[in-house]
């Protein structure tokens, strides 16, 4: 019926199975949980999990109609999100306990589409810097990167095969490329980001971990409303698209197993690309990136560094410091200069279709006090243009490295589908 | 000591006389207390007060150093920002007697400030059209305009010297063209929406009202923390802004109220100013902007659509069904058309400091089974731009008219120096 244990089953090929009523949601969910519970002691995926609700969720899908693309699929959420039936605290002990009444957006929407949700995963201190419990699944020594550290875990260990979580600099596609799964960054603010925790108007975006491209564009259909997205013609096509090989100005700090990956990769889609550098006006997004985020993080989190801040970790006290010695004068100059720069990159997008780009400096760094470094992210998520991570090499220590693919503002859907090209290239 | 009773202090000049220490929090608060007391029963402005806690938080501010610019000022808050001590029900049966843990980003920014909160705000259903409980103070049996009816209300019957709303659509221009009070709607994304009810990001800006905008500037520096906005300079500064006479497309539709004030504005502003048309790539805005508020809101929503349907207006439960009728693929197209105007209209503002616009059809529409027409703010919200409403006519009712200056994105200071300056000449 299907190769490789029931838990890791790609989203897309239940979803077939389910819809034929080859398989039962009840038992994809219950294989799922039994993984679960045998390997959650490891990695630390999740600050919750609710199997009783989801195995009751699962048999009512069971006996009712198709609801949608993600009918019967297990999924997880990072705890950044409301949920009505589960707790929430953002990662933080400020938030300990915390009841939602309602669903963030986002969960709501999958639901509708017919997903079951597990269980809420682990997320940094308020989606920062400050480690969570989770480890790599590849190598518990590892940082699984963050701040989306046990939605990517999850999905990496097969205990889920679809996953919410966000990014502000780099907390999607950071931990897909640690963990070696695919992470999808939407275009900023095309998916709903009520109920999720705010820290930057300017960078927060909504996106998903799955282990294949088919699989967070199904993700993907449903969180933005687009049918394209998922659309099977969109995976089956031949035409190749046109890549521009992009090493950004910050090249130079990608170490030897991301060198390699872009090596392989160069060489694998060589006759569909070519170098291409980002006009000079686009350098220098990085700082800015950063500045944006230290600023509005530092304003967003006004009501916990006002009366909590003795919950807040050293890191994220020092980021609001940071965020409180820029002036709104600066910040105004950013949010024009942002404008500006979202406007100049457009035409980047001219000869090429997408962009390959570093996903990070290169395998996920042993220990487990940080989540490494969102470098190679900042100026994606300032442009608020789509990106995909695509993992498909490994490193010195064996570690998953990858390379991330980037689209043009609201081309999600012709994003995703050379994505499944170049991956299937890639990966073949 | 100042003209006029306590409770109808301008915001600016009771934050200096509080710093000279000549007026107390305790008694400013006191005196905006008694008079809600006497006015209250006939407008409808609060769904919470906490007259207690006001006057603690007063005689703690009265103790000790100052806080920040606004230091003993009292204020009020639209009812879909959470309050950490005060319920927040965002207009809706469905969060009736929520008590949220933190507050909004906003409210602890100006807390921090020295803010003295009052009262809870009536909002209109989730801040849609659905209408809330308040009257027009001006005569109740006209609408206060919406969504941010109480604030606005509040503020123009001098309950109140500072009052936070938001805007989706008009939802803080109108409310206070309505109401004859300032209302200043910041660039999109300056102030931090953290703990606000999300209905559109591509849409949703918080905001203000004040009796002048001096006042609306003041709070605007604490929301935005650019300290040019409340920069004494700008309000005695000489030099005539250069503005656009801006009737916009939708001109035809404005009443004979709205085209008097537009006469009289022209008038006193003629050596400053000349008309300008927005070029033509600028026109159908409106549809868009109606069309990106629809699907955002409806999927934003989505928690109270699938789970409280049955506590929906009729009439939000009918832009929810619009919003679902619009595809996924119609929306990207339309934010790339947003993020396309956006761009456009910077150009605009070359030969031009600020333009000026209608903000209403006409004066506050009888009746309080709606909250008036939104129509002339749609495309200044969908394209970001920074606006400040003017009272300064009278209808045919007697009720309150004015126009909207708009800024160019970022330039907020600019904006508010200008108002400053015009309103002067409008007023004098």
């Known amino acids: 019926m299907h190769p490789g244990p029931l838990h890791s089953l790609q989203a897309w090929h239940a979803a077939e199975l389910i819809t034929r009523r080859e398989l039962t949601a009840e038992n994809l969910v219950r294989a799922c949980l039994d993984h679960i519970t045998g390997r959650e002691p490891q990695v630390h995926a999740f600050v919750h999990i609710d199997a009783d609700a989801a195995l009751a969720t699962a048999r009512r899908l069971d006996a009712g109609p198709l609801r949608g693309l993600l009918h019967g699929l297990p999924f997880g959420v990072k705890d950044l999100f409301d949920t009505f039936d589960m707790p929430t605290a953002y990662g933080s002990p400020i938030y300990a306990g915390q009841q939602p009444l309602a669903d963030a957006a986002a969960v ?4 509708e589409a017919g997903a079951v949700l597990i269980g809420k995963t682990v997320t940094t201190e308020l989606a920062n810097m400050f480690p969570g419990v989770t480890r790599n699944p590849h190598n518990p020594q590892h940082t699984p990167g963050g701040s989306s550290s046990g939605s990517a875990a999850a999905v990496a260990d097969a205990m889920l095969p679809l996953a919410l979580g966000t990014q ?49 564009a199904l993700l993907g259909a449903v969180l933005t409303g687009d049918a394209r997205l998922a659309d099977p013609a969109a995976f089956s096509q031949t035409m190749a698209p046109r890549i521009g090989f992009c090493q950004t100005p910050e090249w130079a700090l990608a170490d030897s197993d991301t060198q390699q990956a872009w090596a392989q990769a160069e060489k694998a889609l060589n006759t569909h690309g070519k170098p291409m550098a980002l006009p000079p006006e686009l350098s220098g997004l990085v700082a800015v990136q950063k500045a944006v985020q230290a600023f509005e993080t530092a304003r967003s989190l006004s009501p916990e560094r006002l009366r909590h801040h003795d919950q807040l970790s050293a890191p994220l006290r020092a980021l609001i410091a940071d965020g409180l010695a820029i ?19 457009q035409a980047v997008f001219g000869p090429f279709d997408v962009l390959l780009a570093p996903s990070s400096i290169g395998e996920a760094p042993a220990g487990l006090d940080g989540t490494g470094d969102p470098l190679f992210c900042r100026s994606w998520t300032l442009l608020g243009l789509p990106c995909v991570h695509l993992p498909f090499a490994r490193g010195r220590s064996g570690l998953p490295v990858g390379l991330q693919l980037v689209g043009a503002y609201g081309d999600d859907h012709r994003l995703l589908a050379a994505a499944h090209w170049v991956h299937e290239r890639l990966t073949h």
């Open 108 to 111: 709501a929407l999958c639901r």
């Open 168 to 216: 502000t600099a780099g907390s999607l596609i950071r931990p897909a490329a640690f963990c070696g799964v695919v992470g999808y960054k939407p275009s900023h603010n095309r998916v709903p980001k009520a109920g999720v925790k705010s820290l930057s108007e300017t960078l927060d975006t909504v996106g998903g971990f799955a282990r294949s491209v088919r699989d967070v």
């Open 327 to 345: 002036s709104g004068e600066t910040h105004a100059q950013h949010l024009q200069l942002t404008a500006m720069a979202r406007r100049q990159v």
